[in-house]
C-alpha cells in the first residue's frame, strides 16, 4: 500500500503544530529544503511507486543458520578455536559446522544448547593446560565469545508473529526522527544534541526511513517496535539500512527477516544479506559532525555488492553553498533562482538572459524570429511552441505554410513571388516574368498565356475584373 505525500501546504501546516508541541530546530529556508528533499529521491520513489509504501508481513518461528566461514560468526569461531584448539576433539564434532545453529540435537532427546555444550569441556581443557589463574580468565573470555556468538543466532531466529513496516521517504517521515516510540534517545530528537542532523539526512540522495510495528495485544492498537533509516543505490540495487533503534523484547531476527521480504519484493527477486559494507561521507563541516547510533550496518540485494556510500547533503543548512562556483556563504538572500537551483549573485550575472521572457537561465538559449521579425535567443521550452522554416532551418513564430511547407518571413521575401494571376506566393523557380507580371507555371499551364507582354497584362486585367 503506497500512502499519500503531503502537498508543501499540508506539510507546513503539520510542521507549526509538531514544533509548537515539541520545539528545536528546524531550517528557516523550509520552502527550499522540501524541494530538496523531493529533488533528491527520484530514484528510490520509483522503486517504491510512490513516496511511501506500507505492507504486512507473517513471520513463522524459524532458526536459519548462521555462516561460520565469515561474517561477525566466522570471525568470533576463529577467536574460540585459538582458546580452545582441540574443541573439536572433546566434543567429539567434525568440523565448525556445530555453530550454524544454537543448538545440537542428541540423538532422539532433547536438543542441548552448544554453548553450554562447550562450557562443559572447555573448563577441563584449560585445567589441563593451565594454571589455576589463566584457567579462570581463559573461562571468562569463552563466555564472552559466546555471548557474542549467541547474538548473531539471535539474528537469524525468528518468531511467530505479525508486523507491519513503513518505508518512507515523505518529508514527514525523517521529522519523526527522534519521535518513533523507540528512538527517544536519540540525538536527532527535537531539543536533543543534533536535530538539524535528520533534516540534512532527509535532503541527501536516496535517503528513507524504515519503522516496523505491531500490534499491542492489551489494546489493539499497532506500536512501534522498531526504526532505521537508510538509502538506496541505484547503481548496484542496493538497500543500506543502519541507525536501529529498537523496542525491549523485540528481536534483531525479526527485524532482519522483514528486511529480506521487504526488499526481495521490492527488487523482484529473492535479496542476499551483507553486513559492515555501509560508509556515510561528507559528515563533517567546521565544527559540526553527523552524529548517529551506529547499530545496524546491513545491506540488502540481488548479490554480493562492494561498498555502499551515502554523501550527506548539508548544503541549506550547515552553509549555503553556490552549486556553480561551489562557494560557500553564511546565507542565501542574496541568491537567485536559476533553472532548478539557487546560484549565488556573482554567478547569476553570468547566467544568459532569454530575450523574450528576460529568464535566467544556464542553458543554451535557441535563436529564434520572434513575432516582430527580430532574431532573438530564447529558452528551449519557448522556442519549442514554434517550428522551423522548411528553406533556412530557422525557427520563427511567423511562418506562412504554402504547399505544405512552412516558410519564414525573410525566406518569403527572398525566394517567393506572388502570383498576380492565383494571388499565390510562390517559390520563384516556379514563376514567370510577363513584363511587370509575375505568373506561376500552374497558372500558365492553366490559362494557356501565350501573348505578348501588354496581351498579357490585358488578360490579367480581365480575369480580375
Avoid at 113 to 129: C, D, G, N, Q, T
Avoid at 211 to 237: C, L, M, P, Q
Amino acid at each position: 500500500m503506497n500512502i499519500k505525500n503531503d502537498t508543501y501546504e499540508e506539510f507546513i501546516s503539520y510542521l507549526n503544530k509538531f514544533i509548537e508541541r515539541n520545539g528545536g530546530y528546524c531550517p528557516n529556508n523550509i520552502d527550499k529544503w522540501f524541494y530538496q528533499v523531493d529533488k533528491n529521491h527520484k530514484d528510490v520513489r520509483e522503486v517504491l511507486g510512490g513516496n511511501s509504501i506500507q505492507k504486512f508481513y507473517k513471520l513463522t518461528a524459524v532458526e536459519n543458520p548462521i555462516d561460520v566461514k565469515s561474517g561477525d560468526g566466522g570471525q568470533i569461531i576463529n577467536e574460540i578455536e585459538k582458546l580452545f584448539p582441540r574443541i573439536y576433539e572433546y566434543l567429539r564434532k567434525e568440523d565448525r559446522s556445530i555453530f550454524e545453529y544454537s543448538t545440537l540435537a542428541e540423538n532422539n532427546h532433547n536438543a542441548i544448547k552448544v554453548s553450554k555444550l562447550i562450557m562443559k569441556f572447555a573448563p577441563r581443557y584449560f585445567a589441563e593446560h593451565f594454571g589455576t589463574v589463566q584457567c579462570i580468565a581463559n573461562t571468562k573470555e569463552l563466555e564472552k565469545l559466546l555471548s557474542k556468538l549467541g547474538e548473531v543466532w539471535a539474528k537469524n531466529r525468528t518468531n511467530d508473529c505479525e508486523l507491519e513496516v513503513t518505508l518512507s521517504t515523505n518529508h514527514k517521515g525523517f521529522l519523526l526522527l527522534g519521535h518513533y516510540g523507540v528512538d527517544d534517545n536519540s540525538c536527532f530528537r527535537q531539543k536533543s544534541s543534533s536535530p538539524k542532523d535528520k533534516f540534512i539526512l532527509a535532503q541527501s540522495p536516496e535517503t528513507f526511513v524504515i519503522s516496523v510495528s505491531k500490534e499491542d495485544k492489551r489494546t489493539g492498537k499497532h506500536i512501534n517496535v522498531a526504526r532505521a533509516f537508510g538509502w538506496y543505490n541505484k547503481t548496484t540495487e542496493t538497500f543500506n539500512v543502519r541507525n536501529y533503534y529498537f523496542r525491549n523484547g523485540f528481536q534483531e531476527g525479526d527485524f532482519l527477516e522483514l528486511c529480506k521480504k521487504l526488499f526481495s519484493d521490492l527488487l523482484g527477486e529473492k535479496c542476499i544479506q551483507q553486513e559492515d559494507i555501509t560508509k556515510i561521507t561528507n559528515s563533517e563541516y567546521s565544527a559540526w559532525h553527523f552524529y548517529q547510533n551506529n547499530y545496524g550496518n546491513w545491506s540488502f540485494s540481488k548479490k554480493e555488492v562492494g561498498t555502499q556510500v551515502c554523501s550527506l547533503n548539508y548544503n541549506g543548512i550547515l552553509c549555503f553553498r553556490c552549486p556553480r562556483c561551489q562557494s560557500d556563504f553564511k546565507s542565501d538572500s542574496a541568491f537567485q533562482n536559476i533553472d532548478d537551483d539557487s546560484y549565488c549573485p556573482y554567478c547569476a550575472k553570468q547566467a544568459n538572459v532569454c530575450e523574450l521572457t528576460k529568464t535566467k537561465t544556464f542553458k543554451n538559449l535557441v535563436e529564434i524570429l520572434d513575432p516582430s521579425n527580430r532574431f532573438v535567443f530564447v529558452l528551449e521550452i519557448i522556442a519549442k511552441e514554434y517550428s522551423s522554416c522548411d528553406i533556412c532551418n530557422i525557427i520563427s513564430a511567423n511562418l506562412e505554410h504554402i504547399k505544405n511547407s512552412n516558410v519564414c518571413t525573410n525566406c518569403l521575401e527572398t525566394n517567393f513571388t506572388t502570383c498576380d494571376i492565383c494571388k499565390t506566393n510562390i517559390i520563384d523557380d516556379q514563376i514567370e516574368d510577363f513584363g511587370d507580371n509575375s505568373v506561376c507555371t500552374e497558372c500558365v499551364a492553366e490559362h494557356g498565356i501565350n501573348f505578348g507582354l501588354n496581351e498579357t497584362e490585358i488578360y490579367i486585367e480581365s480575369i480580375h475584373g
